[in-house]
């Protein structure tokens, strides 16, 4: 930039907002105030990022070299360089791992180059932005960063320090800016690191030293209870938005930490009139985050929506989060997590269970998943136990599907025994729905762990030819309070290297650290793919403006201690998959099995109110076989002959028999082998329908492929059938005649300008379709669409049933089906099942063919 010094020794440039200091002045002023540094690298754990930066900075010749020996592992690190006066410096670090033995090695490293002024953060904005991550993360600090409007043309950050410690409270504020979004919050974090210069001292000696376990424990005490303050705070975020309860918080210092108010306002109506309520509590802890916990705590406790827990309890899941801060106590974690699941109510394995296997999961400990797995099984088996919550067994079950190393070995085994676990039957509607779940719920969970393997499986199989996404993102925002949501930045737009396909929210990807910040090749593709530093993510918003584009994203894993996430940390991107379709499927069957669940469970828990399933349907899907649901599957509910002339076309008997049935009773199966017109048929069905139909009424046609379901739309167009096709992976065909009859021009006219609104006013135009049109055609996971949720579609179609798993088919069912055709042929080959445990299991026996072989 224009204020940039360039220093000449190192060839580096700094930061606007950083002062460059003279070589002379320079190492005086590092010999005086590098103690506080030095001491932060001494008793961090991870000080890799760190030695990286300073790496980068003084640009050195490296050598290493990686070792073994009865201890454990060795690794050697060698400089060379002409400049800085360093000369030549070797270190040896040892450890029982890779991993520890050359952590050692960097953080001796460091401490030889302290007396180089780029080394240290006054100077080097790179280990400013470490040391502040490590400050936040050693002493439970909260670190509030924020973008602020630009001024001139230049990014600017301001950032707020705060920490409650034994002698008093730190509150620092400061500012950085810079050309770019990361070079901005790297000054600001450089700035906040000089402005708590007078608290240094104090503030280092209070991190405890890595070496010691019981430091250790005393520094994740609090990370323990800022665990249970995150999970109260992400339940009440939850539950005012889902009850629509305006909230308040009021904040005051007081000695000791702070005082917290929690008000609450929503309205209801009551006797035919509108009445406005009111809550509050107030509660005190040590740190602003801890009160506020506290009181959302005890106002969601005071209003029904949370079960009180008694503070010996809390005390005890605290003190479990504390020993899961450090991997030397894990087996200890393992047996007080036991110990507590014998103790208490399955209720209460809410609080502390689902973190608990969450970072073991991470660690890969599989002897203490296997000692609380079993410590489950057995509470959950003891007689007068009603069985694990179904919500916390999904989440259990879920925390596995993301775990990849080691090619998802230790998860999948982990999954496995899952379906030995007793699941409480409290939130279904009755045993059928209970068992139904339970099943499918469990193969969906190996199913999406089985796309998430064999999506990287395609890289590592043919790497050259299968590219990562053409960009480097840059971690902006790291994940904080416990949630894993992150930010990242990129001067390139979102886009596959192969297809041209853009990067889409509900996309998972693999996100792999580059410790160099240089890409990898083919030869070290593998084991970077599956190492332990990579992690899956799940996308969220992308914005993309004229300085490049920012992600946000959601962790989908524990963060193990071998994952780097520190700001400014760079990754390389993989598109695994899209997640849409089995939430989908879990939504379906969540909305035809269960009943209640805790309020203040995430938003996606719930089905959308618009889905619901029709009682007889119901109880066809769930048990085709019993004399009930044959009956009603058989009965007549609309006595119209059938008039074969109402059918354009020429039928043969079997397809006239098919139509008639379809006009009269509630199911009806049409088999047929390739080549003898089921799909014509459907079309006939469908054009029967409508000349039987009441206006208002709505018939909803999918198909697993979107093949299929455009060859519904093109051969409905032969019998004058207008249909409005839906969802993603439409051919250019079906799409060009799906425009031109339902666009009043706007989006002809979008795509004349290139004004890039063309995406949103198809979609407008679709959604202005689906509403005037009495045929919808999607995919079986497109039926899942928002589009659809104002809509009741009473008569469904489902062809290729044979082709799709069921609880795809449970999808369009779920859009208040009344009438129900599918059709299919379950003597071809299954539906398309990816796990080879999911195939094992049935994964692939199609709605059609349970239906079939209940006949």
């Known amino acids: 930039g224009a204020d940039r010094s360039s220093n000449k020794r190192s060839g580096m440039s700094f930061p606007m907002g950083l002062r460059r200091l003279p070589a002379r002045s320079g190492l005086r002023i590092a010999v005086r105030r590098c103690a506080n540094f030095a001491r932060l690298v001494d008793r961090c754990q991870n000080v890799v990022p760190c030695y990286t930066a300073v790496r980068n900075r003084l640009q050195p010749e490296v050598e290493e070299e990686v070792g073994q020996n009865d201890q454990g592992f060795t690794h050697m690190i060698q400089w060379s360089t002409s400049e800085n006066g360093l000369g030549v410096i070797r270190a040896e670090g040892m450890g029982r791992s890779k991993k520890l033995a050359k952590n050692e090695a960097c953080r001796s490293i460091i401490r030889q180059t302290l007396q180089v002024p780029e080394t240290l953060p006054a100077t080097n904005p790179y280990t400013a932005q470490w040391a502040v991550n490590q400050l936040q993360r050693s002493l439970a600090a909260e670190v509030e960063i924020q973008e602020e409007p630009k001024e001139d043309g230049v990014f600017v950050h301001s950032v707020s320090f705060s920490v409650n410690l034994d002698s008093g409270n730190v509150n620092v504020t400061a500012r950085g800016e810079g050309e770019s979004l990361a070079e901005s919050q790297r000054a600001c974090m450089a700035s906040l690191w000089e402005e708590l210069r007078p608290q240094l001292e104090h503030l280092t000696t209070s991190v405890p030293e890595a070496s010691t376990q019981a430091t250790t424990r005393k520094k994740t005490a609090a990370v323990g209870s800022s665990v ?4 109260v705070m992400e339940r009440h975020n939850i539950l005012v938005q889902r009850l629509k309860i305006q909230p308040e918080v009021d904040l005051t210092a007081v000695d000791g930490g702070f005082d917290a108010t929690v008000r609450w306002r929503w309205t209801s109506w009551l006797d ?6 009111e809550a509050e509590a107030s509660a005190t802890g040590r740190s602003k985050a801890a009160a506020k916990a506290a009181a959302m705590e005890k106002i969601m406790v005071d209003q ?4 009180a827990m008694e503070p010996d309890f809390l005390k005890q899941v605290d003190d479990l989060g504390a020993l899961l801060g450090d991997v030397g106590t894990m087996e200890e974690a393992a047996q ?12 209460d394995w809410r609080e502390f269970v689902p973190g608990v296997w969450k970072q073991l999961l991470a660690e890969n400990r599989e002897e203490e998943l296997n000692q609380v797995l079993g410590g489950m099984r057995d509470a959950a088996a003891a007689e007068g136990s009603p069985g694990i919550p179904v919500d916390v067994w999904e989440e259990l079950l879920d925390a596995c599907t993301p775990i990849v190393r080691h090619r998802g070995a230790l998860a999948t085994q982990m999954m496995l025994q899952f379906d030995d676990l007793n699941l409480d039957t409290q939130g279904f509607g009755g045993d059928l729905e209970h068992r139904y779940f339970k099943r499918f719920r469990h193969l969906l969970a190996l199913e999406r762990h089985g796309s998430y393997i064999q999506g990287i499986q395609l890289y590592t199989q043919d790497f050259d030819r299968q590219q990562p996404l ?3 993102l840059r971690l902006h925002e790291g994940p904080k309070k416990g949630v894993g949501n992150m930010m990242f930045t990129t001067e390139t737009p979102f886009r596959s290297g192969n297809s041209g396909e853009e990067l889409r929210s509900n996309d998972v990807v693999l996100m792999v650290p580059l410790e160099d910040g240089q890409r990898f090749d083919a030869m070290t593709a593998e084991d970077k793919l599956w190492g332990d530093g990579s992690f899956l993510a799940y996308v969220g918003n992308i914005k993309r403006d004229h300085s490049g584009s920012r992600l946000s994203c959601t962790m989908l894993s524990g963060r193990g201690t071998s994952q780097s996430l520190e700001v400014g940390n760079e990754f390389q991107v993989y598109r695994i998959t899209m997640d849409t379709p089995i939430q989908r499927m879990v939504e379906a069957m969540r909305a035809l ?7 203040w469970r995430e938003p996606s828990y719930f089905p959308r109110s618009c889905m619901a399933y029709d009682g007889a349907i119901r109880s066809v899907v769930l048990d085709p076989a019993s004399e009930t649901s044959k009956q009603l599957a058989n009965e007549t509910v609309e006595a119209t002959e059938f008039d074969p002339t109402m059918a354009p076309g020429t039928l043969t008997e079997d397809q006239q028999r098919a139509v008639a049935k379809s006009m009269q009773q509630r199911v009806t199966l049409i088999q047929g082998p390739p080549g003898t017109g089921k799909t014509y048929t459907a079309c006939a069905v469908i054009s029967t329908w409508l000349q039987q139909m009441d206006p208002s009424e709505k018939i909803l046609a999918v198909a697993d492929s979107n093949v299929a379901a455009d060859n519904i739309v093109a051969k409905l167009r032969a019998f004058g059938v207008d249909a409005v096709r839906i969802g993603d992976g439409v051919g250019d065909a079906v799409r060009d005649y799906v425009d031109g009859t339902f666009d009043d021009g706007s989006l002809a006219r979008a795509i004349a300008d290139g004004d890039g609104q063309a995406t949103s006013k198809r979609h407008m135009m679709l959604a202005r379709a689906v509403r005037s049109q009495q045929v919808t055609v999607s ?3 497109g039926a ?14 489902v062809d290729e049933c044979s082709q799709a798993v069921e609880p795809s088919a449970l999808i369009p069912l779920s859009r208040h089906c009344e009438r129900l055709v599918v059709i299919g042929d379950h003597r071809q080959l299954p539906a398309t099942v990816i796990s080879n445990h999911c195939q094992r299991l049935a994964l692939g026996r199609s709605l059609f063919a349970a239906l079939i072989d209940a006949r």
């Open 470 to 472: 053409p960009m480097l």
């Open 784 to 797: 899942g669409m928002e589009m659809l949720d104002d809509h009741r579609f009473t008569r469904v179609l």
């Open 779 to 781: 995919t079986c996971v």
């Open 593 to 599: 099995c269960l009943t209640t669940a805790p309020k």
């Open 304 to 307: 029904g929506h949370l079960t």
């Open 336 to 347: 007080r997590t036991v110990e507590l699941i014998q103790q208490r109510s399955p209720q």
């Open 228 to 231: 249970r303050g995150n999970q």
């Open 272 to 277: 035919g009139e509108l009445q406005t309520h």
